[in-house]
């Protein structure tokens, strides 16, 4: 057995095991438990180590990234995405998967400079999949696929300067996620939690079969666990129906914040899955996703 490191902090004097123990027993529990048993136990700062020592394994330690790499992304307003921001929900074990690639989402004006340190910490460019490509969306410009001898990295780059418009371009509300070095964000966390997920009605809608990129998505979530439901679904979890209109701070998200005294970001995004409502297939809802800071900041220019 490889041995782990372990988190070591005043807070855990407060109950009767030593912290490798504590540290341990966490590998086996999922977001929603931590948080839980934290703040019973008042242990909430040793619980979000252990969330940034998750966080620095997979990052630093498996990908191989450079340690500043975490704070290179804050200094870009990127976030990290896809499986890894999922693996930091659920527990580390049992898991029979880790991610194969390293998502990041970044946007368009701090691209090119966020490019350039990605090649300075030893990746190279493989592949770059432009807006002409059916396989984007309409908030990404392009998917740039970096790699070194040990892992493949993706950079998505937003039409927007926000990072986070891409996020709600995504396949499923499986991978509406992100983590920063600052904490870490969940759109659906009542689904992603219960290990569900609904498909990005967007991609349903006037398509006659799944595209195929998004049938090898539904199929590599399947492979780890994971069910594709219905709007329903979420409605007997009391979670949002695909009609309503979402942003970054309402009621149903979830936010870790790892520094109190930093926000996780200062990005104002709103945005609506759509399609077919749950209740009658007779109208269809338009999905779309907006950077609320460029409406507000085109207002203050215009009152200027």
């Avoid at 090119?112 to 059916?134: C, W």
């Avoid at 410009?141 to 709600?168: D, G, K, M, Y």
């Avoid at 809608?205 to 069910?227: A, F, M, W």
């Avoid at 914040?257 to 200062?266: G, H, R």
Wanted: a neutral charge.
């Amino acid at each position: 057995m490889s041995e782990r490191s372990t988190v070591d902090f005043p807070a855990v004097r407060s109950i009767n095991l030593p912290p490798e123990i504590l540290t341990a027993i966490c590998v086996y529990l999922d977001i929603n438990s931590l948080m839980s048993i934290g703040d019973a136990l008042d242990i909430i700062p040793l619980v979000v180590a252990l969330l940034c020592l998750r966080l620095h394994n997979i990052v630093i330690t498996e990908f191989r990234c450079p340690p500043t790499f975490l704070q290179t992304l804050k200094d870009h307003d990127a976030v990290i995405g896809g499986s890894v921001s999922l693996r930091l929900l659920y527990a580390e074990q049992p898991n029979h998967w880790s991610p194969n690639n390293l998502d990041i989402f970044v946007g368009c004006e701090n691209a090119g400079s966020l490019k350039q340190n990605i090649v300075n910490a030893g990746f190279q460019i493989r592949s770059t999949e432009g807006v002409d490509n059916p396989s984007t969306t309409c908030h990404i410009h392009a998917i740039q696929t970096f790699e070194n001898s040990h892992v493949n990295l993706r950079l998505v780059i937003a039409r927007t300067p926000s990072a986070t418009t891409s996020i709600f371009d995504t396949f499923s509300t499986i991978t509406m996620n992100f983590v920063t070095i600052d904490g870490l964000f969940c759109a659906y966390p009542s689904l992603t939690l219960s290990r569900s997920a609904i498909v990005n009605p967007r991609y349903r809608i006037n398509t006659v079969e799944t595209p195929k990129n998004v049938q090898c998505h539904l199929c590599k979530y399947r492979d780890r666990g994971i069910s594709f439901v219905s709007c329903e679904s979420l409605h007997a979890l009391q979670g949002p129906c695909i009609k309503d209109i979402r942003h970054l701070h309402d009621d149903h998200v979830m936010w870790v914040l790892f520094d109190q005294l930093q926000p996780l970001t200062n990005q104002n995004i709103c945005w609506k899955l759509g399609g077919p409502p749950c209740n009658s297939n007779s109208h269809i809802i338009v999905p779309y996703v907006r950077d609320l800071s460029l409406i507000s900041s085109s207002l203050i220019r215009r009152c200027s």
